[in-house]
């Protein structure tokens, strides 16, 4: 990866972030000592690595991924605007129990090293 001047940059990978569609084959790929689908004791390099995989069902397309470094090596933040708050109250007529959650986030990304991917297909 590069900086703004073009310039290499160093970063860890830490974080592999995967649609559901993929649970599969990184499972296969991070959690096997072997190289899959092999029939040779080739040793599978990624697992020293020892990334994390984060599984988010709202990417734009089913077999997009994406790498993203240690946190001291991105600038991806989440922002909790309002705190969570919950709020229940009886429903008369069926004897059921309502609840409400409320809360507000933003989320933004002021630079984009760190973060590396594919949108899929």
Known sequence: MIDNMGFPIR?????L???PELR???R???GSSGKPY?????????????????EVPWLNSPSA??????????????INREKPTT?????????????????RVAAWCPRWQGVWGTQGP
Do not use: G
């Not at 092999?38 to 984060?54: C, F, M, Q, R, V």
């Not at 470094?69 to 600038?75: E, G, L, R, V, Y």
């Not at 109250?89 to 309502?98: G, L, Q, S």
């Open 38 to 54: 092999t029939a040779d004791n080739t040793i599978n390099s990624l697992l020293p690595e020892d990334y994390k995989n984060i």
């Open 87 to 103: 709020d229940f109250d009886d429903d008369f007529d069926t004897d059921a129990i309502k609840q409400k959650t409320r809360m």
């Open 65 to 78: 991924w994406y790498l993203v470094a240690d946190k001291a090596d991105h600038a991806l933040e989440v």
């Open 17 to 19: 972030i995967t649609p």
């Open 24 to 26: 599969f084959l990184v």
């Open 28 to 30: 296969e790929i991070l």
């Open 11 to 15: 970063l860890r990978w830490v974080n």
